[in-house]
């Protein structure tokens, strides 16, 4: 399918590894030009050329920034201002007790999560009204829905995520612009794959194990019954970024495996 996208400028936040490094591949591909972002040099490079080695005709960019803070965003506006479609990919987790996350946490969780997608979105919304056209996506998650006890900040950034880009569909009705949200359920990222061959070794046991019981006892209810690839959560962000989905605006698209237990 052309999700006719070529030539149009992406920024996808947080994009040298994980579901944004996958992003970024899956827009690359369909021929954007994409704007590869991480704080150091040395996993832009790195992720610019896995991109490259995949897609030789590949458009790409690099942006050295962190888009954590206030400055890093401000960068990144004056650097690249004509962004047509910007991926707010940018995020962590922080497993942690409740009573142990302290308000420096808090700060820093949002900080991170959520207001840099606020700044990028403001910087970027005028030039996209001139235009008459654009696509914003927050890469929020199924712990917006089901706010996990063990790092309850994290869940509650993910919802103010979905909160923040339906604002924002509804401050930009009736324009070519749309901004959704994609909610990943449990996702096979770099960090995730340490984690469970980690669990593994530790407990003598293989990684399709530790998966097995991770998805019997923590994570019951998903339909998929294993980890989504990263590359499946980016097929989902592709279309949501092209033209073609012109009439999906102001929803959240779960692509979870079907953990979050709801008809709609």
């Known amino acids: 399918m052309n999700l006719q996208i070529a030539n149009k400028w ?21 021929g954007a030009r994409v704007i590869i972002n991480g704080r150091t040099a040395a996993r832009v490079a790195e992720a610019r050329a896995a991109i490259l080695k995949e897609h ?5 960019e690099t942006l050295v920034a962190d888009l954590g803070d206030a400055a890093g965003d401000a960068a990144a506006a004056a650097q690249f201002p004509d962004v047509e479609i910007l991926v707010n990919n940018l995020g962590f987790y922080e497993p942690k007790d409740f009573a142990q996350i302290t308000d420096e946490d808090w700060r820093r969780m949002i900080e991170v999560n959520f207001l840099s997608g606020v700044r990028l ?18 890469v929020s998650s199924e712990s917006a829905v089901q706010i996990p006890k063990e790092m309850i900040h994290y869940g509650v950034t993910k919802t103010m995520q979905i909160a923040l880009a339906r604002g924002l569909a509804e401050a930009n009705a009736g324009t070519g612009i749309t901004v959704n949200s994609v909610l990943p359920g449990p996702t096979r990222s770099e960090g995730v794959a340490r984690f469970v061959e980690d669990m593994a070794k530790s407990n003598g046991v293989t990684p399709a194990v ?31 970024a092209s033209p073609l989905s012109s009439a999906t605006n102001g929803a959240a698209l779960r692509v979870d495996g079907g953990v979050v237990r709801s008809i709609l």
């Open 121 to 138: 979105s403001r910087s970027y919304l005028p030039r996209m009204r001139a235009k008459n056209w654009g696509r914003i996506i927050f």
């Open 10 to 30: 992406v920024l996808v936040s947080g994009s040298t590894a994980g579901i944004g490094l996958a992003i970024a591949k899956a827009l690359a591909a369909e």
């Open 56 to 60: 030789p005709p590949a458009l790409l």
């Open 210 to 240: 530790v998966e097995r019981d991770f998805f019997a006892n923590i994570r019951p209810s998903s339909l998929l019954q294993r980890f989504a690839t990263v590359d499946e959560v980016a097929a989902l962000v592709a279309f949501v």
